[in-house]
């Protein structure tokens, strides 16, 4: 979805995220948080996944309709400084596009998702990366299993791989895997989150996750939507 | 000519909630502007009749898991769990930014224990800038079974009773909307010394995953707000207008102007905006914009007209 903003906004960081609502009928209610997925001095592009009616309603938003948003919000990626690994889990490859345009020709990308309809934009993450490497649940394209899989094998074989900082976005059991595999080579790594989210102004309190911290019980809870919704993947904790 | 000119008067719409004077009648509802810097960027603090600040006790509260929001049609159920960073640190980290505005400061607190609703309106009281309280009486009661304060109307004079005798600031009683006479518990409030009383907090709620048969929230339970509670609260305050003399503050799924008039008109003086303030960051200022423009539209020249002005 493209959008023009009628008013003067600010140019977002890589990883930043809006809030959007087509409908104003409270049902539903809230907007919506999508990651910026391409922008010029024009327009805003996001690129999403239609999950409910939030999402759906966006989806069949005609040319000429107006929409409500807020943005661009929350902490987006610490910029790489030289070449860098994206691993990209299905819709996530929405929020680490805009990396892949602003540093040209730096990335390693590694791009998973359930099936090749669901491989979103790959030819396009392709052309912009050094190399890629590509796995679908079904193997209907690339590698059959998983994309950390893919990831692991490559840090195996290329030591030098373990330098780079990697840059990622997907579903809640790649993190954890990913966290095991940063964790056994000392790599550093950047997430970004999701989580139901309200206000997406740091108000409503609802979208936090569990944080290290030297605090009681060894974690603070921090807003995706303000601290976030990139963290370092180390500090993550999941129930 | 001259029938022109005040016709194009500026309506007023100041009012007096006790021995605070608001410009205007419209306020934030605690836990949905924060400690009111997340909004500043979007809005003119100093516009607000009053900002109610999100919900403190004496500790600091890490507050419940998570999942700890989910939509509902027209609205939304919440379980924050009260986390809040403790009423030291917003004296000494957020206070001095409020400080700056001319816009009231309401402080909203709550405590697990009677001694630490005492010692949360003690802290508040002496702090520079705080020009009212709101006691949460919706949480419960540590040393009674975990029982909500606020809905029995004993553990309600109880907490009231003394929290009155230890501040001399106006003080506000938030009242919980899940008891069975509303009018009562306004009652007990208003013998207990409360110098006004706010309505409606959430209504507890709960949804359900029917294929993994769960809670949607981690918390079970949690408090529905938005505009599908809207009629509830109105009811709730047009009930509490003809149980008490002290002024009420609406609340519960304002929207827009008209939804704000709604309250107004069943007896409320001030209203609050809660959940919409996540919709529209500007929702409080379009709703005092749009009072002021029905007003000027309906010739009506003092918002004290319209409150409790019910026809029946």
Same mark, same amino acid.
């Given at each position: 979805m493209k959008i023009r903003p009628l008013a003067e906004t600010i140019e977002p960081q890589c990883?930043q995220?809006y809030?959007?609502?087509?409908?104003?009928?409270?049902?539903?209610?809230?907007?919506?948080?999508?990651s910026i997925f391409n922008f010029d001095e024009k327009y805003l592009q996001f690129l999403?996944?239609?999950?409910?009616?939030?999402?759906?309603?966006?989806?069949?938003?005609?040319a000429?309709?107006?929409i409500?948003l807020?943005g661009p919000?929350?902490?987006g990626?610490?910029?790489?400084?030289?070449?860098?690994?994206?691993?990209?889990?299905?819709?996530?490859?929405?929020?680490?596009m805009p990396l892949l345009v602003k540093f040209r020709?730096?990335?390693?990308?590694?791009?998973?998702?359930?099936?090749?309809?669901?491989?979103?934009?790959?030819?396009?993450?392709?052309?912009?990366?050094?190399?890629?490497?590509?796995?679908?649940?079904?193997?209907?394209?690339?590698?059959?299993?998983?994309?950390?899989?893919?990831?692991?094998?490559? #840090? %195996? *074989?290329?030591?030098?791989?373990?330098?780079?900082?990697?840059?990622? $976005?997907?579903?809640? &059991?790649? +993190?954890?895997?990913?966290?095991?595999?940063?964790?056994?080579?000392?790599?550093?790594?950047?997430?970004?989150?999701?989580?139901?989210?309200?206000?997406?102004?740091?108000?409503?309190?609802?979208?936090?996750?569990? #944080? %290290? *911290?030297?605090?009681?019980?060894?974690?603070?809870?921090?807003?995706? $939507?303000?601290?976030? &919704?990139? +963290?370092?993947?180390?500090?993550?904790?999941?129930? | 000519?001259?029938?022109?000119?005040?016709?194009?008067?500026?309506?007023?719409?100041?009012?007096?909630?006790?021995?605070?004077?608001?410009?205007?009648?419209?306020?934030?509802?605690?836990?949905?502007?924060?400690?009111?810097?997340?909004?500043?960027?979007?809005?003119?603090?100093?516009?607000?009749?009053?900002?109610?600040?999100?919900?403190?006790?004496?500790?600091?509260?890490?507050?419940?898991?998570?999942?700890?929001?989910?939509?509902?049609?027209?609205?939304?159920?919440?379980?924050?769990?009260?986390?809040?960073?403790?009423?030291?640190?917003?004296?000494?980290?957020?206070?001095?930014?409020?400080?700056?505005?001319?816009?009231?400061?309401?402080?909203?607190?709550?405590?697990?224990?009677?001694?630490?609703?005492?010692?949360?309106?003690?802290?508040?009281?002496?702090?520079?800038?705080?020009?009212?309280?709101?006691?949460?009486?919706?949480?419960?009661?540590?040393?009674?079974?975990?029982?909500?304060?606020?809905?029995?109307?004993?553990?309600?004079?109880?907490?009231?009773?003394?929290?009155?005798?230890?501040?001399?600031?106006?003080?506000?009683?938030?009242?919980?909307?899940?008891?069975?006479?509303?009018?009562?518990?306004?009652?007990?409030?208003?013998?207990?010394?409360?110098?006004?009383?706010?309505?409606?907090?959430?209504?507890?709620?709960?949804?359900?995953?029917?294929?993994?048969?769960?809670?949607?929230?981690?918390?079970?339970?949690?408090?529905?707000?938005?505009?599908?509670?809207?009629?509830?609260?109105?009811?709730?305050?047009?009930?509490?207008?003809?149980?008490?003399?002290?002024?009420?503050?609406?609340?519960?799924?304002?929207?827009?102007?008209?939804?704000?008039?709604?309250?107004?008109?069943?007896?409320?003086?001030?209203?609050?905006?809660?959940?919409?303030?996540?919709?529209?960051?500007?929702?409080?200022?379009?709703?005092?914009?749009?009072?002021?423009?029905?007003?000027?539209?309906?010739?009506?020249?003092?918002?004290?007209?319209?409150?409790?002005?019910?026809?029946?």
């Amino acid at each position: 979805m493209k959008i023009r903003p009628l008013a003067e906004t600010i140019e977002p960081q890589c990883g930043q995220f809006y809030m959007l609502q087509s409908c104003d009928n409270y049902d539903p209610l809230l907007k919506r948080p999508l990651s910026i997925f391409n922008f010029d001095e024009k327009y805003l592009q996001f690129l999403f996944r239609i999950k409910g009616k939030g999402t759906s309603y966006l989806s069949k938003v005609k040319a000429g309709d107006i929409i409500h948003l807020i943005g661009p919000l929350g902490n987006g990626y610490l910029e790489p400084k030289g070449d860098f690994i994206i691993v990209a889990g299905g819709i996530g490859i929405a929020s680490l596009m805009p990396l892949l345009v602003k540093f040209r020709k730096k990335a390693i990308l590694f791009f998973g998702a359930r099936n090749s309809n669901e491989l979103l934009m790959v030819d396009a993450a392709y052309d912009m990366a050094i190399n890629s490497y590509v796995s679908t649940d079904d193997g209907s394209i690339g590698y059959k299993g998983l994309i950390t899989d893919l990831l692991t094998d490559f #840090i %195996k *074989s290329n030591h030098y791989s373990k330098e780079l900082p990697i840059y990622c $976005c997907g579903s809640i &059991p790649m +993190f954890k895997t990913l966290k095991s595999i940063i964790e056994r080579h000392n790599m550093t790594c950047y997430a970004s989150i999701e989580e139901y989210m309200a206000c997406g102004v740091g108000a409503c309190l609802g979208c936090v996750v569990k #944080i %290290k *911290s030297d605090e009681e019980g060894g974690f603070s809870y921090k807003r995706v $939507c303000k601290e976030g &919704p990139v +963290f370092n993947l180390r500090d993550l904790i999941w129930q | 000519m001259a029938m022109n000119s005040t016709l194009f008067e500026k309506p007023n719409l100041s009012v007096r909630i006790g021995s605070l004077n608001l410009k205007n009648p419209v306020m934030t509802a605690s836990g949905t502007f924060g400690y009111g810097e997340e909004y500043s960027e979007f809005l003119d603090i100093d516009r607000l009749g009053a900002i109610v600040v999100k919900g403190l006790s004496i500790k600091p509260k890490k507050g419940n898991p998570t999942p700890r929001i989910i939509e509902t049609p027209a609205g939304m159920l919440n379980a924050i769990g009260l986390q809040n960073i403790g009423i030291e640190t917003f004296i000494k980290d957020k206070l001095p930014f409020l400080r700056q505005f001319s816009t009231p400061v309401i402080v909203n607190f709550f405590g697990d224990t009677i001694d630490e609703y005492i010692k949360s309106a003690e802290t508040l009281c002496d702090a520079k800038g705080v020009q009212a309280l709101e006691m949460n009486v919706s949480c419960p009661n540590k040393e009674a079974g975990w029982c909500i304060f606020g809905t029995n109307p004993e553990t309600l004079r109880q907490v009231v009773s003394v929290v009155r005798k230890v501040t001399h600031l106006p003080l506000i009683v938030k009242l919980s909307p899940n008891v069975t006479d509303i009018g009562l518990m306004a009652r007990v409030v208003e013998d207990s010394g409360a110098d006004a009383i706010s309505l409606i907090n959430t209504i507890t709620g709960m949804c359900v995953d029917i294929v993994q048969r769960k809670p949607l929230l981690a918390n079970i339970t949690g408090g529905l707000s938005g505009p599908a509670i809207r009629p509830i609260a109105v009811r709730m305050v047009w009930e509490v207008s003809k149980a008490v003399k002290i002024p009420i503050i609406g609340m519960g799924g304002i929207m827009t102007y008209k939804d704000a008039l709604e309250f107004f008109i069943v007896g409320a003086k001030a209203v609050a905006i809660g959940t919409a303030n996540f919709i529209n960051p500007c929702a409080t200022i379009d709703v005092i914009d749009g009072i002021e423009k029905f007003m000027l539209e309906q010739k009506i020249t003092d918002i004290n007209q319209i409150i409790g002005s019910l026809r029946i």
